[in-house]
């Protein structure tokens, strides 16, 4: 192999140009993103255009909070941005967190229960964990609740993602809270014995294998609808079906949050605060609702009006940290019912 | 390529009295012993540095025992409820994956080493070409055509009047035959490149003097070729064995949980590196275990042949009939492998039209391609150097460095990106603090915030590569070649420079081509490791794939599938392989 010496040089000085570390030069706030760029870019576009505060990203959906905790105080990462709320508690509880300002205007768009009272997390958007069914073979299921999932009528009709995905082992933890550990066990064992496959895919593949006929019930969050309803290819597997919002008789829908945090040793922390800031303000939360058609928890800021048209909601008023103080159980359970395999 | 330059060459030169022998002439001969001496130090500390990443994970594992950790029972529970499930996929995947590839590989391998016919030229490239697609990608799409949803079951229900799963059967893609085989498309072109090699360097008077006693070609092909060229299966099918226990994209998508799945789940689900690394070390344990057990029943055999060295065998021409089937075979391996694939990406491309017109893209390819060949140039350097130091020092301490280097290929992705943050952060706040102590203004994570910890996990993951490639190179040698080279006067640096280098050239050619190819197609370590703003083609596709979204991203996935032709283009068209 021989390199022509132009071509040597151009990757040599490449290479160090790339091992150079970027400067800050303007000032930037710099993000770990746990959600899809695609999802967050047009929100943090708006954000520099308001703020002049440029807005670096890298995504993963694994192995963030391990680089961050490898990083130490060297890390150049000045928020997180989570999909959950395991992972907003996981970020807190190893110290990678450090408490945001008392802001005002943040305490006003954001209620209590929706903000860790040190000050550590901040959650920025609601989702429910939905029942969707088959129009055509099951009708009518809007007094569904998540315990029904385990009756003998549902044999060899569901289909689910993965336990282990944390919406679902959300859901599982939230069971725990409210019915302990060996009944959950229990349901889930009943749960399993239901399912038409075993667990793969999204959530929209759910919806997907519905419409196909390959089971009549499934478990997936509200904005899925939404999205597929916009795609065209995908448009047919949402009309085949209805989505419920479970347990509205009693205790309400189980939700989780997306949410974020500033890191421990956020090297542009006031940039970090704008940020998180504007997050939490009318503007950004219309564009969570209107974009990722999720439900803002800014009280006032409507959802999107095809979100709204899916009707009023109760949701299960528990406090979240109760709920994934029973996450490892919950993991634990799926691995003991061996659920995915 | 064979060993035409070494008799061109050497009889005409250098045999002159004046030549110091080959003991002396490595201590005596000028620059050469301090560069050499040089290389060995550079090859250990290369070689601590890919071992470091394991070497973090033992002592994280470990941890538990000594104090240093809370003690934790996470790997109790795993080994009381899954552990045993997931043991026995790990080995079925695996196993299926290597069985399927030899299927799809030795078979074209043979054929093209072989045999003279129409369009050979062609062909023997087109094999390869499946290895530039990443086998999630092919996972993703034979799922969408397999699936109950998808259009052959559509057309079966539509033909036979079926209306629901129970009535009527099905193979599940989305099963762990379903993962080897897709794994098994995605890497056969290992082995049969390799066995191509082997096959056409092989010596013919062996199954000439065979076919003189009688000997019928299928049973030549068995008893005598097979045999021959075991060193460089036995490399290819390791390979193909160690990729499918690292795999994770395949294995998640297809819902078939494996120990990469054990994996990631104790580390970043139940929050345990103790019981990832735990775990880890037994996959480890396994993989040393299997390739030390080959070499030792392999130990003895040497290849003493030179007879033939001199000449190309000669192929033999293909019948009509022959090369029909020929044809049709690899055919139909290069539409499911390659074909049908890319021609299902374009399909999306032109379907989502807006969504995958993307101009970042060509930033994002430029990035690929520099990040891929720089980590292709450093691994392949860094064998060569390993195993020329094997060749002329066989011992205990040239096989550990060689062993060492290899080990990072046994661990999943992610797993191995956390193993190389482990030492690389520490250094780099060694290196702040240091900056700081001596009133300096700190730099920032040199190390790991920027392509550096890429390209370094990059080596690490694909050396393995790189040493089965030469390694294989290397046994097509035979060793009196050197002794030969000895004897005609020539000092170890010259016998490197002038015997193995030439000979060595199609081995070094394929170990940057294979490693450029891997590091493309890289996705759990990119993903962790690259620093803000910065995508390989691999990331990019993933992020929407993830989201079972290929479709918008499908125009990333063909660039994926041309930076990784390109190697194999421009190869095809300067190297003459035979």
């Known amino acids: 192999m021989r390199f022509p010496r132009a071509t040597a040089t151009l990757l040599l000085s490449t290479v160090f140009a790339a091992l150079l570390p970027t400067t800050a030069m303007a000032e930037q706030v710099n993000i770990y993103s746990f959600r899809q760029p695609f999802l967050i870019e047009p929100i943090l576009q708006q954000f520099t255009q308001q703020t002049g505060i440029k807005t670096k990203v890298v995504f993963a959906k694994k192995g963030l909070i391990q680089r961050l905790q490898r990083e130490g105080e060297l890390s150049p990462a000045d928020i997180v941005l989570t999909s959950n709320f395991s992972k907003l508690l996981e970020l807190k509880d190893n110290g990678l967190t450090q408490p945001f300002a008392n802001d005002a205007q943040r305490d006003n768009n954001i209620p209590a229960r929706f903000r860790d009272d040190q000050r550590h997390w901040l959650a920025l958007t609601q989702r429910v964990r939905n029942i969707y069914s088959s129009k055509d073979r099951r009708g009518d299921l809007s007094n569904i609740r998540y315990e029904d999932l385990a009756d003998a009528s549902f044999r060899g009709k569901i289909c689910t993602r993965s336990g282990k995905h944390p919406y679902n082992l959300g859901l599982i933890a939230s069971m725990i809270a409210h019915h302990g550990v060996s009944e959950t066990e229990q349901w889930l064992r009943d749960v399993k014995a239901n399912l038409a496959r075993k667990p793969q895919g999204n959530d929209r593949a759910q919806v997907k294998a519905i419409k196909e006929g390959l089971c009549d019930v499934s478990l997936g969050n509200s904005y899925y609808l939404g999205k597929m309803l916009q795609d065209e290819n995908q448009v047919a597997w949402a009309n085949a079906v209805n989505l419920n919002f479970p347990n509205q008789q009693d205790r309400g829908a189980h939700i989780n949050v997306s949410g974020a945090v500033i890191t421990r040793y956020a090297p542009n922390k006031q940039a970090a605060e704008t940020l998180l800031t504007f997050l939490s303000s009318e503007k950004a939360q219309q564009l969570y609702a209107e974009l990722n058609m999720e439900y803002p928890v800014k009280p006032g800021v409507p959802a999107s009006e095809l979100v709204q048209s899916w009707g009023e909601f109760k949701a299960d008023e528990l406090p979240l940290t109760t709920i994934a103080r029973h996450r490892s159980d919950a993991l634990k359970l799926v691995d003991r019912v061996g659920f995915d395999l | ?578």
């Open chain 2, 1 to 578: 390529m064979n060993s035409g330059p070494l008799f061109r060459r050497l009889p005409s030169q250098r045999l002159t009295p004046s030549q110091s022998p080959p003991a002396a002439g490595f201590v005596l001969s000028g620059f050469w012993p301090p560069l050499s001496r040089w290389l060995s130090l550079i090859t250990w500390v290369m070689v601590l540095l890919m071992v470091a990443p394991v070497v973090a994970l033992l002592v994280e594992s470990g941890a538990g025992y000594i104090g240093l950790a809370p003690h934790d029972t996470t790997f109790a529970e795993l080994a009381d409820t899954v552990l045993l499930t997931y043991s026995q996929n790990t080995a079925l995947v695996v196993s299926g994956a290597v069985l399927f590839a030899c299927a799809l590989a030795i078979l074209p391998a043979w054929w093209c080493a072989h045999y003279e016919f129409a369009g050979r030229r062609y062909l023997q490239w087109a094999m390869v070409f499946p290895l530039a697609i990443p086998a999630y990608i092919s996972a993703y799409i034979y799922t969408d055509l397999l699936d109950y949803a998808g259009p052959v079951q559509q057309f079966l229900r539509q033909l036979f009047g079926w209306s629901s799963p129970q009535q009527y059967w099905f193979p599940d893609i989305r099963s762990r035959w379903g993962a080897s085989l897709m794994l098994a498309l995605a890497l056969y072109p290992y082995i049969y490149l390799l066995l191509r090699h082997a096959f056409s360097q092989r010596s013919e008077h062996l199954s000439q003097a065979a076919k003189t006693l009688g000997a019928s070609p299928r049973r030549i092909f068995f008893t005598v070729e097979l045999p021959l060229v075991r060193p460089a299966l036995v490399i290819g099918c390791t390979l193909v064995a160690m990729e499918s226990l690292a795999d994770y994209g395949t294995v998640h998508l297809f819902a078939v949980s494996t120990l990469t799945t054990a994996v990631y789940d104790s580390w970043l689900v139940y929050g345990s590196l103790t019981t990832a690394a735990k775990i880890s070390c037994l996959m480890l344990l396994v993989v040393v275990l299997l390739i030390s057990g080959e070499k030792y029943q392999r130990q003895k055999q040497r290849h003493y042949d030179a007879r033939n060295s001199g000449k190309t065998p000669k192929k033999v021409p293909a019948g009509l009939q022959r090369s029909l089937i020929i044809w049709l075979v690899c055919a139909i391996i290069f539409t499911f492998g390659f074909l049908y694939p890319v021609a299902t990406l374009i399909h999306y491309s032109l379907t989502y039209a807006s969504e995958n017109a993307n101009s970042a893209l060509w930033q994002h390819s430029q990035t690929t391609f520099l990040l891929a060949a720089i980590a292709a140039t450093v691994a392949t350097l860094l064998a060569l150097s390993l195993n020329a130091r094997q060749r002329f020092h066989p011992g205990i301490m040239a096989r550990t460095k060689l062993a060492m280097s290899s080990l990072g290929y046994t661990l999943p992705g992610t797993v191995l990106a956390i193993g190389i943050l482990i030492p690389l952060t520490q250094a780099d706040l060694w290196l702040n603090r240091l900056l700081v102590s001596v009133d300096m203004e700190r730099v920032g994570l040199i190390f790991t915030g920027t392509s550096f910890a890429l390209i370094t996990a990059f080596v690490i993951r694909f050396a393995a590569i790189s040493n089965g490639s030469l390694q294989a190179g290397y046994q097509k040698i035979p060793d009196n070649i050197d002794a030969a080279s000895f004897t005609l006067g020539e000092n170890r640096t010259a016998t490197f420079k002038r015997v193995h280098l030439p000979l060595l050239k199609p081995a070094l050619v394929s170990s940057f081509l294979l490693v450029f190819i891997e590091c493309v197609k890289e996705l759990p370590a990119s993903l962790l490791l690259r620093p803000f703003d910065f995508e390989t083609l691999a990331t990019y596709v993933f992020q929407y794939a993830s989201d079972e979204h290929l479709e918008h991203a499908a125009s990333g996935a063909l660039l994926i599938i041309i930076v990784s032709l390109l190697p194999i283009a421009v190869l095809s068209r300067t190297q003459k392989m035979d």
